[in-house]
């Protein structure tokens, strides 16, 4: 007798094995991309969240901002950063001097960080996922101190210069 092909029974077998190991294959892939999902979103939003720090230094930048109650350029409430710039306006409002207020105000129900330019467009998110949003001014009046925590991280804080 010459056997040079395989018997349907060997065929099986093999088609059995091969499925099994395409099945482990698979469930580690998944749980590689289960692992990988929340670090994922956690760098995304650490991403976001410096994107978000760098605008407030842009705001405040422009805006040749000081702190105080009276005549300051930076507004503090319980929930909202305002900050008087030229950053959101067209270069040639900008070259007149006239500025406008740029708010960036926390929303606990949707714990979402909303943005809104004085005479533009509705307020509308900028950050998301976020547990915490502080700003304090220095006692010397010479530092904004900004603080973003997400739900389920640590917190990312910066300090500016203020003039």
Known sequence: ??????????????????????????MLVQAGARHAAPIAAAREWDLSARALLAQIHDDL????????????????DADTLSIESRRALSKAARASGIATLAHYRFDAPTAT?????????????????????????SPDGRTLAVRLRRRSGDPLERSFPLR
Do not use: I
């Open 61 to 76: 930048a422009v805006g040749d901002a000081t702190a105080g109650p009276s005549n300051g350029k930076v507004h503090l």
């Open 1 to 26: 007798m010459n056997r040079r092909a395989m018997t349907l029974l060997e065929t099986l077998l093999a088609l059995a094995l091969l499925a099994s190991l395409a099945a482990a294959c698979v």
């Open 113 to 137: 960080l909303l943005h809104a330019v004085r005479g533009g467009p509705p307020a509308a998110p900028v950050l998301g996922d976020l547990a915490d949003f502080a700003a304090s001014v």
